[in-house]
């Protein structure tokens, strides 16, 4: 991969003032239990090729990779735990919950974002915090076509600038991620909480291609959403969970736009798409997207839009939900079965603790050595 140096450069409790904390600021308490996990194998990346080309040569590379891991010795990683700035920077997580308070209280509609800047962090070269990473020639992980309309970059360089005042390059950018993500579920969304381990470093790489190649597009059927799942070591039920995140949060229409008008290129409609749902659709994003249908924000979860429950998954059982790979989880017998199991469960509590091993485990992916990642001062430095 080519290389490029960066250059140095609502409510659970009471409104927080994130600007004038003491500096010895308190964990908020009761803090929620924390959760530890057994750590996950790192996967091997995917190839820059069309998606057509790459998916069977993922799995095969996939497979090389495991015989070789047989006879290789092991290449060292991070030690990922919970409470890992206990020593050097104990309000390290009172300070990013009481910054994301404040945050979500100015614009709560960040929350989905700041989720989903996680799993796109991790699944482009891990969870190294390169999303972050600018460049000035747009070919940055951030000027690719799934991350154009991410939001939240400024929030996480508010959290970032006020640990660097209390702990300086002791925190590092993908964690802040992390640990915003899981705020952002919880203080919003009204999710679960979960124990965040920490310990990332970060990358100084940043290229656009790398989003393009292994992150799922919402027009992926499910032989390509688990491919694009299992090189990062997640299996079936981590998808089905995962997908859950779509309980929150929008989209635009030209994520969905094919299944709507052109499913099989015969100017067709997706027939696993329930019709009523269909024409409720058609009229937010017409054929043609102009006007309206551009500027249409479309909630994945209709009716439950900004709470993090079991809707999502009524709705995919009811309708075949808003993207055809929410709509894919139906054409797998493990992934349909949670579904289904989800859709008539009368507590959100078994999804609640799936989502938090779910988040743990993909928080593991491809974690730098401290050898090759660093801690900066900035996270949105210019590569180029």
């Known amino acids: 991969s080519p290389k490029s140096t960066a250059q140095p450069l609502f409510d659970l409790c009471p409104v927080i003032t994130p600007h004038h904390l003491p500096s010895t600021v308190p964990l908020p308490s009761p803090f929620p239990p924390s959760i530890a996990l057994r750590s996950a194998r790192r996967p091997p990346r995917a190839f820059f090729m069309s998606r057509e080309r790459r998916l069977p040569l993922v799995l095969a590379l996939a497979a090389a990779v495991v015989g070789v891991l047989a006879v290789a010795s092991p290449r060292a990683e991070a030690e990922l735990q919970v409470g890992f700035y206990n020593a050097t920077c104990p309000i390290a997580e009172g300070v990013v ?98 124990g965040v381990e920490t310990g990332r470093r970060d990358g100084n790489v940043t290229v656009a291609e790398y989003a393009e190649n292994d992150l799922a597009p919402p027009d992926s059927n499910i032989v390509d959403v688990k491919t694009f799942f299992s090189v990062k070591s997640l299996t079936a039920k981590d998808i089905v969970v995962l997908f859950g995140s779509h309980s929150i949060g929008t989209s635009h229409c030209e994520a969905f736009r094919k299944r709507l008008y052109n499913f099989t290129g015969a100017m067709d409609q997706d027939p696993s798409l329930d019709a009523r749902y269909a024409r409720q659709l058609r009229k937010l994003c017409p054929r043609r997207g102009g006007g309206r249908g551009r500027r249409a924000k479309v909630p994945m979860d209709p009716g439950s839009g900004f709470t993090f429950d079991l809707s999502y998954y009524r709705h995919v059982l009811a309708t075949g939900g808003l993207f055809q790979s929410d709509g894919s989880l139906l054409h797998d017998p493990a992934t349909r079965g949670y579904v289904e199991r989800m859709a008539n469960a009368s507590s959100p509590d078994e999804y609640y603790q799936d989502f938090a091993a779910a988040m743990v485990k993909m928080g593991r992916t491809d974690v730098l050595p401290d050898s090759l990642g660093e801690v900066r001062a900035t996270c949105g430095v210019f590569v180029d």
């Open 97 to 194: 919950f009481a910054e994301m308070h404040a945050i979500l209280h100015e614009d709560p509609t960040l929350a989905p974002s700041l989720l989903r800047m996680h799993y796109h962090d991790c699944f482009v070269q891990g969870c190294d915090g390169s999303i972050m990473l600018r460049s000035r020639r747009g070919t940055a992980e951030r000027d690719a076509t799934p991350n154009r309309s991410m939001r939240g970059y400024d929030a996480i360089e508010r959290i970032k600038a006020r640990l660097e005042t209390l702990c300086p390059l002791t925190v590092s950018c993908a964690d802040i991620i992390a640990m915003a993500a899981r705020d952002a579920v919880n203080l919003q969304s009204k999710g679960p909480w979960y």
